[in-house]
């Protein structure tokens, strides 16, 4: 009788929410990955990289008979990885290394609720992690994960799901230092000419946001946050003019996302110059940005990727999508914390002017893709995981919340989706419950419209004055002609004659033509949609 009721609910509830969408990846949550330890070998005369990974995990299941690990398997032309041997909780085990994946057979060992899986491996990286020149021609090595590019040099489970603590313990030629993410724990130079470099993440992260740096760096201690470090690593070369650029705003923009949202979930926070990167890569405390990114003239775009990569830390890093389809809760936030920094830093203006260029970048992409949907659906392929769309329409459906629930509620719902997946995996029907308490709306249609389907408005429309009457007249359409209706609210400016400040009014957009009427004893000189641009929406709008 439960069992039936059980089932009976579980119906209402999934009728009554959103269906779960799901990338592709083969996750098993019989398995827990605790902590990965892996130990690099370094060197100076070929790109070979010597590699032991110790793996805790927890296994919940007496059914799990098999573990599975990522890792990119050597190619015709002797790139790749292979592995010599693995071990479990001491004992040797078989294994099988096909087609990137590593099979490791459980059925004739004991497995136990905590278990030890030790990977010794080698080869040359495809890719995932970059051995090269930089730009000064001095050789270095730089980790480029996202999305699912770590198993090219790493064996683990690719994919957000399992969050882990990490610890990378790399022996390099001692000319290079070595940054990575988490707390220096050791650093000792060997007999032969190399050094061992020990870096702890103690807090659990996503395998994307693993990272290591081997380089000849100048280093900075900036400054310090709540007792965590604010760090600057640049090349040696660019000593000058990158301690110049990096020593703002990483401590303010941690301030307010703190104040914000929530505190601060890491050990330090570095900002780090690598060639693996175009702009920035969010790397959970150990940030890097390009090789040009460098310029000793604090550049106002480079300024923007730090405060983003700064605002990742919060979104994407500690409250993180447990699925690819839900990407838009890590890149639509950082891009709309952005904003919020910049609205609170540098002033209202500056904030608009954020906006009003990614509503520019929303409709060009829209141009091409009418149907695109924000929260994919079952991504098949993962180099669609994200687009520029995602960022600047994300950030857009944020902002669109905000004003449509409140300043406090959307603050309040956003406090407390962090503190209830804080260094944790969630999803967006999760955040659309948070928001839902904190404001006390049904959001059902705000997240249908806005999230799970395409389209986006596109008005038609005029008005007049009719003296008569008394009134104002407002014809309006949605003429986006993609199949797709919305319904928002929709502010408008009623500006007169030597009145510096316009009359405010708002109207209810819906599927149809609407038509609208506001009282007023006098002829106005203009009327502007959306003056306070708080809807994602283009129109042409004049006076009949
Ligand atoms: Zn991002």
């Known amino acids: 009788m439960i069992f039936r009721l059980l089932i009976y609910l579980q119906l209402l509830v999934f009728n009554y929410s959103f269906s779960i969408a799901k990338d592709p990846y083969p996750k098993n949550k019989n398995i827990d990955i605790i902590n990965y330890a892996f130990s690099l070998h370094l060197n100076d005369n070929d790109d070979i990289i010597d590699g032991k990974a110790i793996i805790d995990l927890k296994i919940k299941s007496k059914d ?27 004992a040797g085990v078989s294994f099988k290394h096909t087609n990137n994946e590593l099979k490791i057979d459980l059925s004739n060992v004991e497995v136990l609720k905590n278990n030890k899986v030790r990977i010794n491996y080698k080869g040359i990286p495809i890719t995932g992690l970059i051995i090269g020149s930089n730009k000064y021609g001095d050789r270095t090595f730089f980790s480029d994960n996202w999305p699912n590019k770590a198993r090219n040099w790493l064996p683990l489970v690719d994919h957000p799901y399992d969050k882990a603590t990490c610890e990378f313990i790399i022996t390099a030629p001692n000319h290079y230092q070595v940054i990575s993410n988490g707390l220096l724990i050791e650093e000792t130079n060997l007999e032969n000419g190399f050094k061992l470099t020990h870096w702890k993440q103690s807090v659990p992260i996503s395998c994307w946001l693993f990272a290591i740096g081997v380089a000849e760096f100048a280093v900075q201690y900036v400054d310090i946050f709540e007792g965590k470090s604010i760090q600057t690593w640049v090349y040696k070369q660019d000593r000058i003019k990158g301690f110049y650029d990096f020593e703002v705003p990483t401590k303010e923009a941690m301030q307010f996302f703190s104040d914000y949202v929530g505190p601060f979930a890491y050990e330090k926070l570095a900002n780090v110059q690598s060639n693996s990167v175009g702009g920035g890569m969010e790397a959970a405390t150990s940030i890097f940005y390009g090789d040009n990114s460098v310029t000793g003239t604090r550049s106002v775009r480079w300024r923007n990727v730090i405060i983003h990569e700064v605002a990742h830390q919060w979104f994407g890093n500690c409250v993180t999508e447990d699925d690819w389809d839900d990407v838009w809760l890590s890149e639509g936030f950082a891009t709309y914390f952005t904003l919020m920094f910049r609205e609170h830093a540098y002033g209202r203006d500056d904030f608009v002017k954020g906006l009003t260029n990614s509503k520019k970048q929303v409709y060009k992409f829209y141009d091409n893709n009418k149907y695109y949907t924000i929260v994919h659906n079952n991504l098949s392929d993962m180099k669609d995981v994200t687009t520029g769309y995602i960022y600047q329409k994300g950030a857009w459906i944020l902002h669109m919340l905000r004003n449509y629930i409140g300043n406090k509620a959307f603050k309040d719902g956003i406090r407390s989706y962090y503190k209830n997946n804080f260094n944790s995996i969630t999803n967006t029907s999760s955040f659309k419950e948070e928001m839902e308490n904190a404001s006390n709306m049904d959001l059902t249609i705000f997240f249908n419209q806005w999230l799970y389907s395409g389209g986006n408005i596109i008005l038609d429309g005029h008005w007049s004055y009719n003296r008569k009457d008394r009134k104002i007249i407002i014809n309006l359409e949605q003429v986006q002609n993609d199949g797709y209706l919305f319904e928002m609210p929709l502010e408008i400016g009623v500006f007169y004659e030597n009145e510096i400040l316009p009359k405010f009014e708002e109207i209810k957009l819906k599927p149809g033509a609407i038509e609208f009427a506001i009282n007023s004893d006098k002829e106005p000189i203009n009327l502007i949609l959306d003056p306070n641009i708080k809807l994602l929406a283009e129109w042409n709008f004049e006076k009949k």
Request: no cysteine.
């Open 64 to 90: 799990v008979k098999n573990l599975r690990f990522d890792l990119i398997s050597i190619n015709d032309n002797k790139k790749g990885m292979i592995i010599s041997d693995v071990s479990f909780n001491g």
